[in-house]
């Protein structure tokens, strides 16, 4: 009958231990791999004129993308100025209205968007074509990754919207640097589009830099190649511990080590149990156990 001593019951206990606290990280890392991969961020608006009889263009964001989007009015129309007292001012209101007629005033919305993903971004320009409402107005935007390469292409319809009255602007910020562009780079990795309303447009960008979702893989990898050869090693351990030490056919029963050290040698038994020998006394002596002269 083989008893489990104390430390192979730790061992066992310790490896348990470690496999239930490896679980979740197992199950985040397969979670991580299939989520992890090109985002893209940056900021679009939609706007009109004021007196637009469709009104400011409104965009329609759905739950699966309202974490990472974040809409605000968009406004470029004058605050109205607070009646100045009589007198004053007049000096300065031709000037000012001067001024006005060179910027066209736009309403509408401006909308944010961090970290979408490929799908999502897509989705984005059906959104924004979307916010025109009943018109013939479409978007569409796509980026696939070919090795290191995101390669950024999108058009737009504005067929259906008036040049100086209607307003679309997109930027965006890609994970890398951008190595070509159509559009206006104002950044390492940031473009800028506003396309001619009143006409087609084309969006072309190109950005270098490695999948996200390869390196998050192998990093994964070897933590788990690194867990299991610490799993492997608790597992030999308690193996090893646990082994048979029963005597084999034909083979000698090793005695342990302390019952050994514990048990005399015979030299030092049968010397031990052979009795001393008396000196010869007076009487034998006496009675001529000597030799005879």
């Not at 706007?47 to 329609?60: E, H, K, M, V, Y």
């Not at 072309?204 to 788990?224: E, G």
Request: with cysteine; charged share 25%.
């Amino acid at each position: 009958m083989i008893t489990v001593r104390p430390t192979s019951r730790w061992s066992a206990i310790l490896l348990l231990l470690s496999l239930v606290a490896a679980t979740p990280l197992l199950a985040g890392c397969l979670e991580r791999s299939t989520t992890v991969g090109d985002r893209f961020s940056g900021t679009v608006v939609v706007a009109t004129s004021p007196d637009n009889p469709r009104g400011a263009p409104q965009l329609d964001v759905p739950e699966s993308m309202a974490s990472r989007v974040t809409l605000t009015d968009y406004s470029t129309v004058p605050e109205s100025e607070s009646a100045a007292p009589d007198g004053e001012g007049s000096a300065d209101e031709g000037a000012a209205d001067e001024g006005a007629e060179d910027e066209i005033p736009y309403v509408g919305t401006r909308a944010v968007f961090t970290d979408l993903t490929s799908g999502q971004f897509g989705q984005l320009g059906d959104i924004v074509a979307a916010a025109y409402g009943d018109s013939a107005m479409s978007m569409d935007l796509t980026a696939k990754r070919s090795d290191d390469v995101v390669r950024f292409r999108g058009n737009a319809d504005l067929s259906d919207l008036t040049a100086g009255r209607d307003l679309v602007d997109l930027t965006v910020v890609f994970g890398g640097p951008v190595t070509a562009t159509n559009g206006e780079q104002i950044g390492e990795r940031t473009v800028h589009w506003t396309p001619e309303a009143g006409k087609p447009a084309d969006f072309s960008a190109d950005a270098t830099y490695p999948d996200p979702a390869t390196a998050a893989v192998s990093s994964w990898s070897w933590f788990i190649a690194l867990l299991c050869l610490v799993v492997v090693g608790l597992v030999v351990r308690l193996a090893f511990a646990n082994r048979d030490r029963s005597p084999r056919p034909g083979r000698p029963r090793r005695t342990p080590r302390r019952d050994r050290e514990r048990r005399p040698s015979s030299a030092s038994s049968s010397t031990e149990a052979r009795p001393t020998e008396a000196p010869p006394t007076a009487t034998d002596a006496s009675t001529g156990s000597g030799p005879r002269s």
